[in-house]
C-alpha cells in the first residue's frame, strides 16, 4: 500500500490514475512528466519529527509514505540514502555565507545521487515481476543501476555508447551487467534502447519518461530537510543537465513543507555547464529549450536536450530561484576548492553546484550572510584523471636526507 | 577528558603513563606495540545500548567514552563511521551459511576503513598543536590522511615511494597534501618519512609506532557489536597486511564484551594473500614473522614485514580464529562474487575477507549454518583496473535493431 492517489502532467494538469501504466501525458506526448501525487494528509501522520528520530532506518526507505513502492520487497539490502550532511565552516567564511552544508552524496551505494532513482526503479521492477531493468547511459545512472540490480538479484540491461569512462565502465563489468554496447553516440543509445526496452519489456529506468525516478531522486531534499530540523537554508545548488535532479529536489521541499517538516522551500539553483546550457537559456528566454551539441568537462551533465525540462523550469521559477551557468575552469576550481577547504571529493558535475554558489557570491546574486546547501552529485573517484587539471605529481627527489630537507623548505614545513 | 588510564606492552606487559608520551615499550622498542587501556567501569555507564540509541551522532565519536581522544575539538566535520552492515541473503544461502554479513568501509569519505585511524590521528594531532601530520605510504592510509587533513584545516605531508596507483595519487593532489615524492621504494620512503617526522615535530600517523591508530580502526568491531544488537556472529572476516586493523578489531570487541554491549568476542580471522603471508606463517609456527620480499595483485596487504605482529597474533589466538592464506586469483574470484551477488565493489585487498571465508567453508574450517561477518576495507574505484582480471567489455555491435536483438539473443534475454 502506498499513498500515491494519481499522477498529473507538469505541462497541462491532465491527471492519469496510477493504474494506467502509462508513463508520460496521454496529451501532451515525452514532453509531459508527470507528478506523482500523494494523500499528503496520509504522509503527515506517517511521518513526524518523532517517528523519524525513532526510526532507526537510516535509507531513504524511512520516508515510505512519500514514496511510490509499497512493502517490504523495496527494502534492498544495500543503504541507499543517509549521506551526510557536511558542515564547511571556513568555506563558509571565505565565502561570506552566514552558514554552508555540503550534502555529500559521493558516499551512496555506487559513489552517486543516482542510487536513488535506481533504487525506486529495482523495486518497482521486482514488485512488477520485471526480468531486467533497462536504461541508456555511459555515466552515473548506469553504473548506479547495474550495482543496485546485483544486490535484488535482477538482471540490469545497460546500452552503452562506444565511448566510456574507464572507473564507471569497471562499475558495470564488476557487478555483471548485461552490456549492449553500441557503435555510436548517446543518443542513438538512447533511441535503441527505448525500443527494446518496450519490445522485451523491460523496466525502464529512463530520466523524463519514467516519472518514478524524480520519486527517488527527491529523497536528498527529503534528508535536508530533516537533517536541518526543519528550517530551510535560504538557497541550495546542484548541477543541472537533464534537470531531473534539479527538478526533484521542489518536490521534495515543497512536500516536506505540506506536511509541517520544513518551514518554507529554499530557492533553489540549477547550474549548468557553458557548454552544456539549454535549460538556462530557457531559463532566460521564457521558452522551450533548444537543443544543442554539449561541450563540457563534467560528462554527468554534459545533455543537449535534457528530458526533464519542465520540471527543471518550474523548480527554479516556483522557488524564486535560477538555473546559471559556469565555465568548465569555474568547474574544476569548485573540485579543487571543495577537496582541499572542505574535505571532499567530487567528480567535475558533481562540484558544479559549488562553482555556482561561488559565482553567485561574487556576482551579488547570493547575499552575504545566506544560508547555502551545495549537493555533491557523484564521488571524485569516478574521474580520478580530472584531478590532472589542476594539480601535478611534484618530480621525485633522490632518497636522501638532504634532499627531503630541500623538499621540505620548499613545502614551507622545514 | 578521556577515560584512558594507562598504555601497556603487548609483548612484555610492562605499563607506561600516558603522560610520557612514549609510543612504544621503553624496554621492547618498535616490536613492543602498546595497548591503551581504559576505566571500562566509566565506559560501561557513559556507553549503554539505550545511551547509543538516542544518540543521534553517527561517527565514530558516539564511542567517545572507548576512545583517546577529549572534547569538542575532536569532532571532525566529515562523517567518519556509520557504514553500512549489510545482510548478503543470497551469499548466505550459496556458501551453507546460518546469515552473512558485510561491513562495508569503502563507504568511507576516503573511501577506505584506513579514516577510522586518520580521524584520532588528525584529532590527536590538532589536541597537540601539531602544525602537521606525516605518514610514508602509497595507498589508502595516505589518502585517508590528505582527506581528514584537509577537512580539518591541518597539513598533511606524504612521503610517498615513486610507484603509486592513479586513483589514490588523485586524492592526495585533490586535497592538496604536502607530497615528499622519492625515487625509491615504501621501506626508503619509511625510514626517511620517519626521521622528519622526529626532526620537525610532525605528528606520526604511523602503523605499529602509534597506539593511537589501532583505537580508530577498532571503532569497526564497535559498530558492528551495536549493529547486531550484542549478538556476536560465530566468525569475522578481515583482510591482514601489516596486522593493524585485525588486531584492533580483537581489542574492541572484547571491550564491547567488557562493558556488557556484546555476549562474546567472535573467532576472528585475518586473510593474507599467499605471497605477503609472514603472519600466517608465524600463526602455523609459533614464532615470530619472518620478513619476506612481498608480492601480490592486493596492493593494500602487500606487506614483507608486518609492524603490527604481536597484536595480530594474539586477535588470532585468544579470539580461537586463525591467520590464513588465499591466492591472488581467489582474491579475485571474490571481487567478482561480492560485486555480483551482493553488489559491493570492494578493491582486491577489500575482498580478501570474503575469499578466505569462502576458502574455510571449502575446507571445512568454517561450519555449515554459522553466522560470519566480513569487512570490506577498501572501495573498489580505489583499483577498478583489478576488474579487468576479471571481466572485459564485450566488442560494440552496430547500431541497428537486429544487431541489438541479436546482442540480446547471445544474453539469454531476447
Known amino acids: 500500500m502506498t499513498h500515491v492517489i494519481g499522477l498529473r502532467c507538469v505541462l497541462c494538469g491532465r491527471e492519469e490514475p496510477p493504474e494506467s501504466g502509462r508513463m508520460v501525458c496521454a496529451r501532451c506526448g515525452d514532453d509531459g512528466t508527470l507528478d506523482v501525487e500523494y494523500d499528503l494528509g496520509e504522509a503527515r501522520r506517517a511521518l513526524t519529527r518523532e517517528s523519524l528520530d525513532a526510526d532507526r532506518d537510516r535509507s531513504i526507505w524511512r520516508y515510505r509514505a512519500l514514496l511510490p513502492v509499497s512493502g517490504g520487497e523495496a527494502r534492498l539490502p544495500l543503504r541507499v540514502g543517509g549521506t551526510p550532511l557536511v558542515p564547511a565552516e571556513r568555506l563558509a567564511r571565505a565565502l561570506g555565507l552566514g552558514a554552508l552544508h555540503v550534502k555529500d552524496d559521493g558516499r551512496m551505494p555506487s559513489a552517486s545521487l543516482k542510487d536513488r532513482a535506481s533504487a525506486v526503479a529495482v523495486a518497482l521492477a521486482a514488485e512488477a515481476g520485471a526480468r531486467a531493468v533497462a536504461c541508456a547511459s555511459t555515466g552515473n545512472a548506469a553504473s548506479s543501476l547495474a550495482t543496485l540490480s546485483a544486490a535484488a538479484g535482477m538482471r540490469s540491461v545497460i546500452f552503452l555508447p562506444e565511448a566510456a569512462p574507464l572507473a564507471k565502465l569497471a562499475q558495470l563489468l564488476a557487478h555483471g551487467a548485461d552490456l549492449v554496447r553500441v557503435r555510436a553516440g548517446y543518443d542513438t543509445a538512447f533511441d535503441l534502447a527505448a525500443r527494446a526496452t518496450v519490445e522485451h519489456g523491460f523496466y525502464p529506468r529512463n530520466t523524463g519518461t519514467n516519472p518514478y525516478l524524480s520519486e527517488g531522486k527527491?529523497?536528498?531534499?527529503?534528508?535536508?530537510?530533516?537533517?536541518?530540523?526543519?528550517?530551510?537554508?535560504?538557497?541550495?545548488?546542484?548541477?543541472?543537465?537533464?534537470?531531473?535532479?534539479?527538478?526533484?529536489?521542489?518536490?521534495?521541499?515543497?512536500?516536506?513543507?505540506?506536511?509541517?517538516?520544513?518551514?518554507?522551500?529554499?530557492?533553489?539553483?540549477?547550474?549548468?555547464?557553458?557548454?552544456?546550457?539549454?535549460?538556462?537559456?530557457?531559463?532566460?528566454?521564457?521558452?522551450?529549450?533548444?537543443?544543442?551539441?554539449?561541450?563540457?568537462?563534467?560528462?554527468?551533465?554534459?545533455?543537449?536536450?535534457?528530458?526533464?525540462?519542465?520540471?527543471?523550469?518550474?523548480?527554479?521559477?516556483?522557488?524564486?530561484?535560477?538555473?546559471?551557468?559556469?565555465?568548465?575552469?569555474?568547474?574544476?576550481?569548485?573540485?579543487?576548492?571543495?577537496?582541499?577547504?572542505?574535505?571532499?571529493?567530487?567528480?567535475?558535475?558533481?562540484?558544479?553546484?559549488?562553482?555556482?554558489?561561488?559565482?553567485?557570491?561574487?556576482?551579488?546574486?547570493?547575499?552575504?550572510g545566506a544560508a547555502a546547501v551545495v549537493i555533491v552529485t557523484g564521488s571524485g573517484l569516478k574521474d580520478p584523471g580530472a584531478v590532472a587539471r589542476f594539480a601535478a605529481a611534484p618530480e621525485p627527489i633522490a632518497p636522501e636526507t638532504r634532499a627531503v630537507e630541500t623538499r621540505l623548505a620548499e613545502l614551507g614545513l622545514a
Open 218 to 368: 527527491k529523497t536528498v531534499a527529503l534528508e535536508i530537510a530533516e537533517d536541518m530540523r526543519g528550517h530551510a537554508p535560504d538557497r541550495v545548488y546542484v548541477g543541472a543537465g537533464d534537470g531531473c535532479i534539479f527538478g526533484s529536489l521542489y518536490k521534495g521541499f515543497r512536500e516536506m513543507v505540506a506536511i509541517g517538516l520544513l518551514d518554507r522551500v529554499p530557492a533553489l539553483v540549477g547550474v549548468q555547464a557553458e557548454g552544456a546550457a539549454p535549460l538556462a537559456r530557457a531559463f532566460v528566454s521564457g521558452g522551450r529549450p533548444e537543443p544543442i551539441e554539449p561541450s563540457t568537462i563534467a560528462d554527468s551533465i554534459s545533455v543537449g536536450r535534457p528530458r526533464d525540462w519542465a520540471k527543471a523550469l518550474r523548480a527554479a521559477r516556483a522557488s524564486g530561484g535560477a538555473i546559471r551557468t559556469v565555465a568548465d575552469a569555474e568547474i574544476i576550481d569548485a573540485v579543487r576548492v571543495l577537496a582541499r577547504e572542505a574535505g571532499i571529493f567530487a567528480e567535475p558535475a558533481g562540484a558544479a553546484g559549488f562553482a555556482g554558489l561561488v559565482a553567485d557570491r561574487r556576482e551579488g546574486r547570493c547575499p552575504e
